[in-house]
Nanobody, 121 residues
């Protein structure tokens, strides 16, 4: 079992930045691929970005390429999402998730509770 706790969400103006953190605890959290997902009101949850357990592979949705950066510190069992040039359409609840699958966009086994990100225009 892996427990995930997100932090760092909040309200920011368009063009601003936020950094989300996801602390993992429990069963060997550093050996899992990690992803960030988001769900806006009335929309389905979508994958934003993901990183392999070693940090050697990453995936970004087209909508965030060049603006968001995922990273991880396995010594701290923490994954980060640096979000720059934020847009109102980035407003959503952001979830951290852990996966034991090989592909970064495959099934995710463990989920955090989510943190709200609101971007005002």
């Amino acid at each position: 079992q892996v427990q995930l706790i997100e932090s760092g969400g909040g309200l920011v103006q368009a063009g601003g930045s936020l950094r989300l953190s996801c602390a993992a605890s429990g069963r060997a959290g550093s050996t899992y691929n990690m992803g960030w997902f988001r769900q806006a009101p009335g929309k389905e949850r979508e994958i934003v970005t993901a990183i392999s357990w070693s940090g050697g592979r990453t995936y970004y949705a087209d909508s965030v390429k060049g603006r968001f950066t995922i990273s991880r510190d396995n010594a701290k069992n923490t994954v980060y999402l640096q979000m720059n040039s934020l847009k109102p359409e980035d407003t959503a609840v952001y979830y951290c998730a852990a996966s034991s699958a090989i592909a970064l966009t495959a099934r995710y086994d463990y989920w955090g509770q989510g943190t709200q990100v609101t971007v005002s225009s």
